[in-house]
């Protein structure tokens, strides 16, 4: 099992800055995809960036590439999102993902993950 929590979330002015932090605990020597997911209300939980257990390979959501930025740091067990040039389109509940199997074709779903954090609310103000 692992635990996930995310904080950093909060409300900023569109153009502003944000960077969201994960925190694993429980399992984890296992070799996790890490993952950021994003839902508005009323609407499905969308991909936005992922990486890979060695930090080596990322991947963006088409809507974030550019302005948004995936990293981690296992010493710490903590995957961070960093969030530039925000919109008042990036408004969503920001979750934190983990997958122990995570694919090439699932890496962008929520089926490719195992563990949830509870989210962390962003809110951008145009």
């Known amino acids: 099992q692992v635990q996930l929590v995310e904080s950093g979330g909060g409300l900023v002015q569109a153009g502003g800055s944000l960077r969201l932090s994960c925190a694993a605990s429980?399992?984890?020597?296992?070799?996790?995809?890490l993952g950021w997911f994003r839902q508005a209300p009323g609407k499905e939980r969308d991909f936005v960036a992922t990486?890979?257990?060695?930090?080596?390979?990322?991947v963006y959501a088409d809507s974030v590439r550019g302005r948004f930025t995936i990293h981690r740091d296992n010493a710490k067990n903590t995957v961070y999102l960093q969030m530039n040039s925000l919109k008042p389109e990036d408004t969503a509940a920001y979750y934190c993902?983990?997958?122990?199997?995570?694919?090439?074709?699932?890496?962008?779903?929520?089926?490719?993950?195992?563990?949830w954090g509870q989210g962390t609310q962003v809110t951008v103000s145009s």
């Open positions: 429980g399992r984890t020597s296992t070799r996790y995809t």
């Open positions: 993902a983990a997958g122990a199997n995570t694919s090439y074709l699932t890496l962008s779903t929520p089926q490719g993950y195992d563990y």
């Open positions: 990486i890979s257990w060695n930090g080596v390979s990322t």
